[in-house]
């Protein structure tokens, strides 16, 4: 976990509110892959980045979904209208070329 | 169909023997293999990472690769109860993209 430091850890909204999850790489890597992890549908890549660029994003359910990566430093997932289908765990990862990825600790979130 | 499947289990052992996790993959493109542990409500964390065919050991846990099969696979010899968690396949493609399956539940009991 330490290579990476996801907030919030926890996460309870509304339905049709925005979230927005934060993801704040602390050490070096190339790649930055965000999931989502479900009982249903297991661990799902939903987008991932290549030195701040989205490299595949058909992953990312539906349009309520976006990421951003502005700089090699932090990443954002934001849902906008959020519903209670989108509650889940949801992980951000980071991979250096040629090497495993290593996961941040995870967001719950629970939509109501 | 997933790009990366796993049995779900839940997979059952008794303390001290040898547990058999198996996980298959679609594409063939795929290049590096991974297993990872995952404990209840913590995030996966890797165990082994596999390149070319054949076996790779360390310590207990020993990963096999057959890319004509498509077939990796992760043998726990003298499992303990602190095993029990879930265990996660993955598969690197060309694009650099990680997948992973769904999970088999291991459970070994005292």
């Known amino acids: 976990d330490a290579g990476v430091i996801q907030s919030p850890r926890h996460e309870v909204t509304e339905m049709g509110q925005e979230v927005t999850l934060r993801c704040k790489p602390i050490s070096g890597h190339d790649y930055l892959f965000w999931y989502r992890q479900t009982m249903m549908r297991g661990l799902e890549l939903l987008i991932y980045?290549?030195?701040?660029?989205?490299?595949?994003d058909s992953g990312m359910p539906e349009d309520r979904f976006s990421a951003k990566m502005p700089n090699a430093s932090f990443s954002t997932l934001k849902i906008q209208p959020s519903e209670p289908r989108d509650s889940a765990v949801y992980f951000c990862?980071?991979?250096?070329?040629?090497?495993?990825?290593?996961f941040g600790q995870g967001t719950r979130l629970t939509v109501v | 169909q997933k790009e990366v499947e796993q049995n779900s289990g839940p997979l059952s052992v008794p303390e001290g023997a040898i547990a058999s996790l198996n996980c298959t993959y679609s594409?063939?493109?795929?290049?590096?293999f991974f297993w990872y542990r995952q404990y209840s409500g913590k995030s996966p964390e890797l165990i082994m990472s596999i390149y070319s065919n054949g076996d790779k050991e360390d310590g207990r846990f020993t990963a096999q690769l057959n890319k004509a099969s498509q077939y990796v696979s992760l043998l726990i010899r003298d499992s303990q109860p602190s095993d029990s968690a879930t265990y996660l396949c993955a598969a690197r493609s060309n694009n650099n993209d990680m997948r992973f399956g769904a999970g088999t539940r291991l459970t070994v009991k005292p």
């Open positions: 990862a980071i991979r250096e070329k040629n090497t495993e990825a290593f």
């Open positions: 594409d063939r493109g795929s290049q590096s």
């Open positions: 980045f290549n030195n701040n660029v989205p490299i595949d």
